[in-house]
């Protein structure tokens, strides 16, 4: 196969491959391939089929009857903080509830750490993620809460991705314990100019303890203004006005979403917003599943993330999460897998990520099993045994 970058390899002898390409292979939304090979040309996918009619290509890998997955596209995380809070998860695993109001413990340990500390807790976080297969993560800022403290977590954040989110509205700042209307304009005045320039998205927690309907309007408003797009965290601990929120300004998704009336989900069923699924919160607060399979069957886009953060879901594993989805929120493990690759790039509104077809960038993880089926069959297993990002074998 001729190249447009010097450098063609094809990795064949694969049992299973998920392009997520539905006009390839079974015509199933997976797009699955059997005995199927893979070429990669530079940073990219330049074609994908059967192993036995395979272009000839400079560099030949064999993945010895593996499966081939894309890369999981964990949509939502917070990894820019400091210290843990494991007494809190303690206390909550003998029977105290999940509150917003944790958030403050992790806000004094960021606010005290050095940028060198931010980092070296961000890049661990990051390599553990890329080892189980993550290509592509969105982070947050949101434990600073002051001007500096946003724009330097979301400065370290967009060293090392594109998909960084201004969450200066995570909650009201304990400095402005008495005066939220203060803190928000804060957050859409001083503070958004002072972040605006690392960030590609804007988030609210728009939840009974943080900020209401009317302030989340307002933040994400203020946000658009400044060339931010909108996603919004809604409907985590209780009913609320964020889903509809979400979908009035076509927000690109939803996060959370576990207490929903029929009227949200007919407006996310109507709308181009993702529902975001983030089954690591639930199992670590003890909490009620999403029901992803009432979302499906209204024709919802689903999303699975791990909302990685040291409060309600310290977990890098989108493995972890497939496995939740499929044992307790009604999904198959076809739509959970296609959920956490494909359904994570339509929450990040990109088409170049969570397929494999020509085009796409060639980010894929080798399973040390014969197909995807297998995440969900054997939780906590690593299957993970070989990821691939931008064409180059990086774990
Ligand atoms: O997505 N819901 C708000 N933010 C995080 C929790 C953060 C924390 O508890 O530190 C979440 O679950
Ligand atoms: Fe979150």
Known sequence: MSSTTGTTTVITNIATLVTNDPSLGDGSPLGLIRDAAVVIDGHRVAWTGESSKAPATDNRVDAGGRAVIPGFVDSHSHLVFAGDRTEEFNARMSGRAYSAGGIRTTVAATRAATDAQLEANLTRYLAEALRQGTTTFETKSGYGLTVEDEARALRIAAAHTDEVTYLGAHIVSPDYAEDPAAYVALVTGEMLDACAPYARWIDVFCEKGAFDGDQARAILTAGKAKGLHPRIHANQLTYGPGVQLAVELDAASADHCTHLTDDDVDALANSATVATLLPGAEFSTRAEWPDARRLLDAGVTVALSTDC??????????????????????????????????????????????????????DLALLDAPSHVHLAYRPGVPLVTEVWRRGLRVS
């Open 309 to 362: 953060n040291p409060g309600s879901s310290f977990t890098s594993s989108v493995p972890f999460c497939i496995a939740l989805a499929v044992r307790d929120m009604g999904m198959t493990p076809d739509e959970a897998l296609w959920s956490a690759t494909a359904g994570g790039a339509r929450a990040l509104r990109r088409d170049d990520i969570g397929r494999l077809s020509p085009g796409a960038y060639a």
